[in-house]
């Protein structure tokens, strides 16, 4: 894969409930392409990959084993301010990438 796993992703994506997401890893399958995994608010979500439709070293977008789509993008504080910040409970507002990525691996 070219997707270079970086140490948070927002994630958009074809369900409401997936926003964000903390130590993404590939995990490879014996019998598909593999799944994706990454820690989320306390537990960890894992996604069967159907079809990789874009691989990148900044974004990854499948096709999960249900038919929904997610794509992965790196973390930045843009990205959390746009896309992620609007639906996380409470709405916390980091001053750099740093604290977010801290705050992140602390509670997720």
């Keep these: 894969m070219n997707f270079l796993w970086p140490a948070a992703v927002a994630i958009e994506?074809?369900?409401?409930?997936?926003?964000a997401g903390y130590a993404p890893r590939f995990v490879p399958e014996w019998t598909e392409i593999g799944s994706v995994a990454w820690q989320e608010g306390g537990h960890e979500r894992i996604f069967l990959i159907k079809e990789v439709l874009e691989d990148e070293p900044n974004l990854l977008r499948f096709k999960d084993q249900d038919g929904e789509e997610h794509a992965l993008r790196t973390m930045t504080l843009g990205l959390y301010e746009d896309q992620v910040k609007p639906r996380t409970m409470g709405k916390p507002t980091f001053r750099s990438l740093?604290?977010?990525?801290?705050?992140?691996?602390?509670?997720?």
């Design 98 to 108: 740093t604290e977010l990525l801290e705050t992140m691996q602390r509670e997720w």
């Design 13 to 19: 994506s074809t369900r409401d409930d997936v926003v």
